[in-house]
């Protein structure tokens, strides 16, 4: 019989299963040297590794003292080297080794003895003649995969292991030269993989024995088979009187119209699981008969199928799988774009479509769908969420439904559920807040995960079964309400906006058992140790608590545990704050204005405010004072009535005089006999550069007429009043001062005048006041005057 099965390889995969893999622990050393090129293994690795990767180099020989010292290694991977041969004591030192790579080298034979321990033993790829050497496997009895290749393989070498429980046997068929029939049917394995299956004249041998020696079978890299050879009867005869349950195909590409025979085969065996990774469709696809009765199968799984045909009636290839009669249907990463609703009621329990292209039309008003329990839309472009709520709701039987990672919005429209879905996965939908209103009323989990969900709405309905709520990576500032979710357990908001949770949220959310508030930006201030002291009484319910708890601000206690953060209450209770800052300040201010009040501070500002001016104005006119100079003998005139004049003369003159050089023209010392009072009062005036008033009641009332009629036709009634003093001896109430005196009533509304304080402690700035305003140094050839005024009233 010819060859059903030809090889043009145009990748090779060398997969292996995923058990294949050895388990990392926490606490392993790993020392991972591959792609490194070296020729040795590297000396002085460290003693404690556990775990040794020297894949891909160029290692071609082995020492027994390579690996002598490392006492601990557990995992050894030697892969795709160049490694011709073992030196019998080479492992004998490695008592833990329990995972070891071989696969890959060319190695032409094995005379070491391997560790005891020994589970995972993969020797394939290499260049052995023949699988003698397996009876030094003999006492490996813990081997549960074992990983086999030559040139001939025969029945004698593999009976063995045979005694072996085997859990998968991997043998690589590339270079085979002989296979000796019935040799793999002594095997005692759960599951055998086959790869590489070329054009070999034993090949059909090694396929019929293959599905009788377990019921669990992979087969991979097949290569491309060529359209039109008579293979589906070969394939009956192999498929029928099998024991085979489980079939894997890995790395195949098969015309359209051959693949649908070889199902149609299958789907009538043993079968219960048909897995389909890496497939490429050729040629042409045909709208083909499918028989779905007599059949055994439950579940199909197609992953990365690659379609290369152009033009074809989708609905054909749509049809063949929506009216499967199973179970379990996968399609993944496949370009799906489309898929038909069953044209009778289907018996699809769980459908996995995730990785495709499917939109909003998949499934819409389907009738057919009852029986469907898990609905995986993963990664598609789903686009409307109410389309996807209407989608199920006459899937009366989906408890679950996986549409995360879908372009996914929600505008407001009708949503209708699945009568009893229980379990919702919208991670990574970019929804926004407003997806609560479109939750089904008795959803039990949600997961909202990495949206754009900024608070859960208060006018949410609600969800009263909700026991498990997801809202990691989002944007919420707080909590939500949990009156809103009376049945919620557990809740995660890791990876928000909350600067801390609020204190109310808390308390609504007292019947959670679980919460992750974990790497939120938290504010340590006051409002942050509510949250500190709510965790304290429930420890265990934060997940994540401490490590994920950190301060974001202020900025000095950035990356500050919250376990680790302590604020005095002090700062944060208004009972205990108000008395110690509030009310020293209010004392403060209390005390600031007794004592201005006590001591007439603002009186004693208005003075030196008045003496700094006088200052400035004296220095800013020194010229016009030049001039002056000359025109007058006196400094001051000084007017007063009787009354006052025991103030004039005790306190006011003696002050005046102290002052050096200062001259005054006084009533009595410089009176002229015979001049009348008022030419007297004109004649010291135009002598003196500053005239000097002292004012009381009496004076208003009995001398001011004298200068008023001085006013009254001199100059400087018009002009300012700078050479004018006036000295306010007493407080003169407006109504004393008649009302004729207009000028006055001008002057002591401007209060222009120096008011002589009554507390001898503002005395000197009185003083200072005054001589300021005299402040002016008159020549000393100046002659000095006579003349006096009579200060007696008229
Ligand atoms: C079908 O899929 C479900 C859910 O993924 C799984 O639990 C079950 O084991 C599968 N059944 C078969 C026959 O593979």
Known sequence: MAAIFFLTLATVFIQAPCDAHPVLKSDDVIGNFSYKS???????????TTILDLSHNNIKKLDATDFGYLLDLKVLILSHNQITELVSKVFSSNFYLEYLDLSNNRLENISCTFPSRLRHLDISSNNFTSLSFC?????????????LGAANILKLDLESVSHLPLQQVFIDLKGLYKYENSSLLVLNTNRLHLSTISDHKDIFSVLFDAVNTTKFLELSNFGKWERGKHYDDYVSTIVSNSQLTHLTLRNLGVPWIDFIRILQKLWQSSLESLHVHNFTVQDVILKAPFDYTNTSMKELLFDHVAVEVFLFSQKDLYRLFSEMNIKNLTITNSNLLYMLCPSKPSTLEHIDFSNNALTDDIFQNCLTLTKLKTLKLSVNKLQSLSQVSLMTERMTSLQYLDVSQNPLNYAGKDCRWSPIIGRLNMESCSLSSSVFQCLPKNIKTVNLRR????????????????????????????LPDCTLFPSLTTINVEYNQLPYPSPESLKNCSGLKQINIGNNPFHCYCGIKKFISEKSRSPGKFIGWPDDYVCERPDELKGVKLEDFYLPEMYCNVFIMVPIIVVPIIVGVFLIFALCKHFDVPWFVKMVWKWVRTKQRTRSSKNGYQELRRDF???????????????????LLPSIQSMKDIRICQHERNFTPGKSIVENIINCIDNSYKSIFVLSPHFVQSEWCHYELYFAHHKLYSENTDNLILILLEPIPQYLIPSRYFKLKALMKQRTYLEWPKEKSKHTLFWANLRAAISISLSESEQESSVSVPSESS
Do not use: C, M, Q
Request: hydrophobic share 35%; no cysteine.
């Open 451 to 478: 949206n754009d969900i900024s608070n859960v709405p208060l006018d949410t309905t609600n969800l009263t079964n909700l026991e498990d709520l997801d809202l990691g990576y989002n944007r919420l500032s707080d």
């Open 135 to 147: 009876r030094g496997f003999a006492n490996l009895l813990g081997l549960e995969y074992l990983g």
């Open 38 to 48: 070296l020729t040795k293994v590297p000396p002085n690795l460290s003693p404690n």
């Open 633 to 651: 003998a006196f400094h001051a005139f000084i007017s007063y009535s009787e009354n006052d004049a025991s103030w004039v003369k005790n306190i």
